[in-house]
């Protein structure tokens, strides 16, 4: 019964997470689209350096790819200790709300599935 409920539990949070990273894409693929079609240029290019929390190779994978999926931004490299992620950001108007952002949502989403 318990691994039943546990199943259960892991398929939610499977289903909320492809639910929240939809939106997220969608929400990306429009304002690249918008800032692409209107002649001021909204982009601020730069990179960010990310503390990765994630013990999982699977889920420190799945997260830096996510990333690379998302418009507006990609995974560059990682550190060979696996604790720090290199992203560069098309639209970076202040670092520490990116990396929050990155942590806060993404990283904290994909740790509840894969750890």
Do not use: C, W
Not at 18 to 38: H, N, P, Q, R
Not at 62 to 69: F, V
Not at 77 to 94: Q, W
Request: hydrophobic share 50%; glycine share 2%.
């Amino acid at each position: 019964m318990r691994s039943f409920l546990y199943l259960f539990v892991r398929l939610f949070r499977l289903i909320a997470f492809i639910v929240y990273y939809l939106k997220e894409l969608v929400l990306s693929s429009l304002y690249v689209a918008y800032d692409i079609i209107t002649p001021k240029d909204l982009m601020r290019p730069g990179f960010v350096e990310v503390p990765v929390d994630l013990k999982s190779e699977t889920a420190i994978i799945a997260l830096a790819n996510l990333i690379s999926m998302t418009p507006g931004s990609l995974t560059v490299d990682m550190t060979p200790d696996k604790k720090k992620i290199y992203i560069h950001a098309m639209y970076l108007f202040d670092k520490e709300k990116f990396i929050q952002k990155i942590k806060g949502q993404l990283e904290r989403r994909i740790q509840l599935i894969f750890e």
